[in-house]
């Protein structure tokens, strides 16, 4: 306790009394460091969320319900689909159907899987109909219509990742010509585009529930794959079981069970995450010990002196740690205070844009409270370091400098 | 009070050995104020670093109230150093960035004492070195002679039982230097604190009761030609 208040009252004198702007240099340099521990860590887990997001709105949904026989269709599907939607936790469902095809426009031909709809229930899981480029989405009573993702109809943007597979010039109006799997042609009109510049979701094809019903008739009331999504803060795992309690020849999936692609995305992503948390520790490591370091050098008479009057080695690294914990607090609060009423705002209004659309940056309390303590956990062990050096070399040499 | 027994004391300096003291016996006693002399490297200040503990022999014995002192932890020396003894360095050795009255009660806070105590203790203590009006300045706002005797009220703040001043007027002009020594007599003989100083100033000899002289390392009662 003695030790404490010796060194708090050194520290605060140094700190309230020492060279001015040293201090505000300091400070400033804690401030980069933490803006620096907070930006590319935010960033990359706004591409995370942002992958993960796009996953779930456009592709998969939060749980999908298949048959569990490999191949086969969900038979009664419209009342599982009736079923599942009472579940608490539940916000909406959806049924498709797909099937093989290869489609045509003039010359250029490409393959993708066809889905039917329920035009009004995708909606609700779905986000793609906010992402059209051309034309409009279906509609419940459309006929002989299609919507193609940008990477099946290439749309003219020779820069999109699948351009050289796909039919490259399909617009809004355009007829192409769909070869089913079954064996059924037939032509379709070009309803719309769509771009959620995520790829695996632009490669989708969709027609109406009732013009599949036309191309296969034995799929009526089968499903290929129910979708299901929930309501924010649902429980998941519970829903899931109450799913599959619903109907024995069912298998379900969870969003991040069918995030197998996206997955090693995120490790790479979370890999260079901690590389680059770790360079900002050490930056934040380094600015603390060489600042405490000079000063040390600086003071090695002073630290003597108080030595030689009585005042234990102890409290004297003490006092160093104290001023560290004090110059990388408010260094830390006023990056705080800098990262959310300046970056994130600014970052907002002006986003990076990713190969998967714009990506905002993803900061919460939680991760920024971690980082103060982890900053300050560094920063005693970096002013630790250069004053017990000094402290424990020899009184005399340190008085003589 | 303080016994030295064959003290020696050895510095290298890269592959050169430089003997500072050798076999150095001495005694001070209670209420003693003692004036050790000598030529710059003779060894006057190595003696003194020994006597206050802040530097240890390489053979022989420093017994401080009869107890060998000189092998014992730097915890536990410096626990000494702050309950029983105080030092007053050679350039007014204050911390900068501490005024005249904190520098003067750190020594007193390190030790415990309730703030009430060690706060008028110091006020009392400037008061009597004359420095009443500059309680609350700083260092560098403080001449040479008012900095060496804040010193002095620092050393004396936790009421040690002696007192090492490494060439107290060393850097001080013959004003100030009187007034320090003044000080230290003063301390002498109002509280009967043992004083050991460090001189090479015939001038500060005036002040001791004792003079002892160092030359090479060896001690002598005796002034050299």
Redesign the interface.
């Known amino acids: 306790m003695r030790t404490l208040q010796v060194a708090l009252f050194i520290a605060s004198r140094s700190i309230f009394r020492g060279n001015f702007w040293l201090g505000v240099m300091t400070i400033l340099m804690m401030v980069l460091v933490y803006l620096n521990l907070l930006f590319a860590p935010s960033l990359l887990q706004g591409v995370i969320f942002q992958m993960n997001s796009k996953l779930r709105d456009t592709l998969v949904g939060d749980i999908t319900v298949e048959s569990s026989t490999p191949g086969e269709l969900i038979s009664n599907s419209s009342k599982l689909v009736d079923q599942i939607t009472t579940i608490e936790g539940v916000d909406a469902v959806t049924q498709s159907r797909t099937l093989s095809a290869q489609l045509q426009l003039a010359s250029e031909r490409g393959t993708a899987e066809v889905s039917g709809i329920d035009v009004e229930s995708f909606k609700d899981v779905y986000s793609i109909p906010k992402y059209m480029i051309e034309g409009s989405f279906l509609t419940p009573g459309d006929k002989d219509q299609i919507v193609l993702g940008a990477q099946i109809a290439g749309a003219g943007k020779a820069k999109l990742e699948l351009y050289s597979d796909s039919l490259k010039n399909a617009h809004a109006g355009d007829v192409v010509t769909v070869k089913f799997a079954n064996g059924v042609t037939k032509n379709y009109t070009v309803k719309g585009i769509y771009q959620t510049e995520f790829v695996q979701a632009d490669l989708k094809t969709l027609i109406t529930a009732s013009e599949f019903t036309q191309v296969m008739p034995s799929s009526v009331d089968k499903a290929s794959a129910i979708n299901v999504k929930l309501k924010p803060g649902a429980n998941q795992d519970k829903v899931n079981q109450q799913i599959l309690a619903l109907n024995s020849n069912i298998k379900t999936r969870t969003w991040q069970e069918r995030a197998g692609f996206v997955q090693s995305y995120t490790e790479s992503i979370q890999v260079i995450n901690k590389i680059l948390r770790a360079v900002a520790l050490v930056v934040g490591f380094l600015t603390i010990f060489i600042i405490t370091y000079v000063d040390v050098v600086n003071k090695k008479r002073q630290i003597g002196i108080e030595r030689a009057i009585g005042i234990s080695p102890p409290t004297i690294i003490l006092a160093y740690e104290l001023r560290a914990l004090f110059y990388t607090f408010v260094g830390a609060v006023i990056g705080a205070v800098l990262f959310i009423t300046v970056v994130v705002p600014l970052e907002a209004r002006y986003p990076f844009h990713f190969p998967l659309g714009n990506v905002y940056l993803d900061v919460n309390t939680g991760f920024m409270i971690r980082n103060v303590l982890i900053l300050l956990l560094v920063s005693v062990a970096s002013a630790t370091l250069p004053a017990w050096r000094a402290v424990y070399g020899k009184i005399v040499e340190a008085i003589w400098g | 009070m303080l016994k030295t027994e064959g003290l020696k004391k050895i510095y290298h300096m890269g592959e050169v050995i430089v003997p500072a003291l050798n076999n150095v016996f001495l005694e001070v006693e209670d209420g003693e104020m003692l004036c050790i002399m000598g030529k710059s490297g003779s060894g006057k200040s190595t003696l003194l ?1 020994m006597l ?1 503990l ?2 240890s022999p390489t053979k022989g014995k420093v017994l401080f109230k009869d107890q060998d002192v000189s092998k014992l932890s ?2 536990r020396r ?2 000494i ?3 029983q ?3 007053v ?1 050679q350039e007014y ?1 204050l ?4 005024t005249a009255v ?1 520098n003067v009660y ?2 007193a ?4 004492r309730w703030p009430s105590e060690y706060q008028d203790r110091a006020a009392t203590l400037l008061e009597s070195l004359g420095l009443l009006d500059r309680m609350h300045h ?1 260092p560098r706002e403080l001449s040479g002679g008012q900095q060496q005797r804040v010193a002095i009220a ?2 004396m703040v ?1 009421k040690p039982e002696i007192i090492f001043a490494d060439e107290p007027t060393a850097n001080l002009d013959t004003a100030s230097g009187k007034q320090v020594m003044d000080a230290l007599r003063w301390l002498n003989e109002q509280f009967g604190t043992t004083i050991v100083f460090v001189s090479h100033d015939a001038e500060d000899k005036l002040y001791a009761k004792r003079v002892i002289y160092l030359y090479d390392g060896k001690l002598s009662e005796e002034e050299e030609d």
């Open positions: 670093h206050g802040i530097d730097e915890s410096s626990k150093r702050l309950s003894m105080g030092f360095f050795a911390l900068p960035e501490l904190e750190l020594p806070k390190m030790l415990g700083r620092r050393a936790n």
